[in-house]
């Protein structure tokens, strides 16, 4: 018998590594000495685990004042494993025990980075935990200065440590509930270190490790970038700063009606650069204009870029699908992006992906509304944070039943592996038919 016909294609590897930590981090939180009264409920374990796993950020319980310190440390490494990938560490503990990785490993990481070249795999698996330990260590440090001195060195450390891993991971998990309960980084919201600390980790971990990876070795130059950078930190700019001025228009009467005109700016730029999957929020969600839910949620569905700590369609796959739609409207049947033609695979991967995310979030927000008293905007704000991998909620999340629990828990899965990795893990033993069925056409429009 062929044993490679029952070994695991790359992408399903990927997805069983998702599962295999999911299980075990809902094992290791529904121990007694992971809370503070000593019980958590199965469902409630699992929904933690891969809300952290998958980077999200919804809460059924606030972190601080439920969790144990041995939970908090749970919570902390599954959004570590979970932000970076689960296939860079095996990956990184096998070159560590043999040297080197064979072809089989070198697709896995390839794939896992997001990555289209198979050369240079183990190159990048070191620069992508190198750089995570030096942007994690840098924001620690920064955030020390202002929790030691509030709460103490060993808890300002600690604190500190926490909260700049689940900023660079996009995670949306806090400590801040010492403060008051789910108050997230609204005491913040006037305060400069932390705020643009945070965003900067927000950022820099929604990057992802391809375009650290060029800059590093091209460095500073622009024009020498490949396609795909160039598309990344110039949508990224624009991503921050148009929506910050909105969100500072938005809200010029209502929540920053009260506000000076600088803490007013800074939560405006915390607000646009938050629902890039990172679920922190430094002003109340649930007291936003309609204009600025609407815009966040936008936010949310498009998210960070491939090969990111980010969740959503992406960014990429957002502007591959825009230029598309330029090309249709000039009658042109190649995508292109400046001097450069995109492949048209590309543009059908990413239809696919959306209207993926869209299926999921009509067929989700029907089911919860059928089971759930919450409102449409409260489901679909939930729904649309939960697929992005976000964190950002009305606060339903603690009162919602263990059936929406479940269903939340797939679209975070869903989020956090992607829809390419989940078709091709489906695909990826089956034969394509070498046959081409006879043209034809249909009107549309």
Known sequence: MNKRAHRLSDWQMILLGYVILIVFGSLLLALPISSRNGWTSYINALFTSASATCVTGLVVYDTFTHWSLFGQIVILFLIQVGGIGIMTIISLFTV????????????????????SRLSGSQRLIKRIVLGTLLFESAGAILLSFRFCFQFGFWRGVWFSVFHSVSAFCNAGFDLMGINAGFSSFTAYSGDPLVSLTICLLIVVGGLGFLVWN????????????????????SATLIFVVVPAA?????????????????????????????PRTAGFNTIDVASMSESSIALT??????GGN???????IKVTTFLIILFGVFAAYRNRTDVQIGKKRMPVYLLLQSLCIVMTYIFAIALATIIILAIEPFSFLEVGFEVISALGTVGLSFGITPMITGGTKIILVLLMFLGKIGVITLLYSLISHKKKPDIKRPMDSIQIG
């Open 96 to 115: 560590a025990l043999k040297g080197k990785v064979g072809l089989y490993e070198n697709l896995v990481i390839m794939h896992a980075s997001g990555n």
């Open 214 to 233: 060029e800059m590093l070795t091209v460095g500073f130059k622009f024009k020498k970038y490949q396609t795909h950078t160039q598309l990344v930190l």
């Open 246 to 274: 909105l969100f500072l228009l938005f809200e010029k009467n209502n929540l920053f009606a009260d506000v000076g005109f600088g803490e007013a700016l800074l939560s405006s730029l915390f607000a646009s650069i938050t």
């Open 297 to 302: 949620m936008i936010l949310m569905f498009i």
């Open 306 to 312: 491939t090969g990111s700590t980010a969740g959503g």
